[in-house]
């Protein structure tokens, strides 16, 4: 896939999992039921914040705060304070793999979990089939979808648990104001150092190509998941207002 349609795709589909978080939270609101959310938010929310302190050790920064999940009424379930020093380059382009560390590590997760739960369903044909698309198409959502049947026919309740643990881990994945302004200015930083070192080479761009092309193929391959959660989150919080 071109890198900056890739790009674009992987922001498209952070955008309509943000929209969708947001959606969600205000039906919840509406309802009465805003602690619903502690459904996705005690496994989301403390990927997220560990993603962001685990890239913080790698780039240097040193952890003033840690917060893994709170519910004080306010739109942060939680946060991690970290300090850096302004002339490191090192720690400025750390800040970058910082903003994005949740959507990194959230996809890798949800990677592992589905070849833990599903080692016979899930194959490295399906993944390179994936790769090899050029565009999001028919096709591949017709072998997505089939994914998801091979996963529900093998075992319905590892299925459940499944799209509870993943949704759970991408609905919380998108970067905050903070991170997207810290992600910002650390990306700067990058690029002028990769212009620098490598220049307009072609090999180096393609293999960033095919990193965003993985995480943008394993977020849509997952995204019916996040959809069937958010689902029935907004249903208990209508049955629950329903019987106030």
Known sequence: ????????????????????????????QRCGAPRLIFLSAFIGVPVHELSHALFCLLFGHKIKKIKLLQFDGSNTLGYVQHNYSPNNVYQQCGRFFI????????????????????????????????????????????TIMLFHFDMWQEDIMKYGVWVFITASILSH?????SDLNGAGYGAIF??????????????????IEIAISALLFM??????????????????????????
């Open 219 to 244: 977020l849509i391959s997952c995204f019916l998941a996040v959809v069937l959660l958010n689902l029935l989150l907004v249903f208990v919080a209508r049955v629950v207002s329903i019987r106030r």
């Open 173 to 177: 994945i998108t970067p905050s104001k």
């Open 190 to 207: 990058l690029a002028i150092i990769a212009l620098c070192l490598f220049g307009f080479n072609i090999e180096f761009v393609s293999w």
């Open 1 to 28: 896939m071109p890198f900056f349609i890739a790009i674009l795709g992987l922001i498209s589909m952070l955008c309509l999992l943000q929209w969708m978080k947001i959606m969600t939270m205000k039906e919840l």
């Open 99 to 142: 903003g994005v560390a949740p959507i990194i590590v959230g996809l890798i997760m949800v990677g592992l979990l589905t070849l833990t739960l599903f080692p016979n369903t899930v194959d490295t044909n399906y993944f390179l089939e994936l790769f090899q698309r050029q565009s999001v198409d028919i096709q591949l959502i017709s």
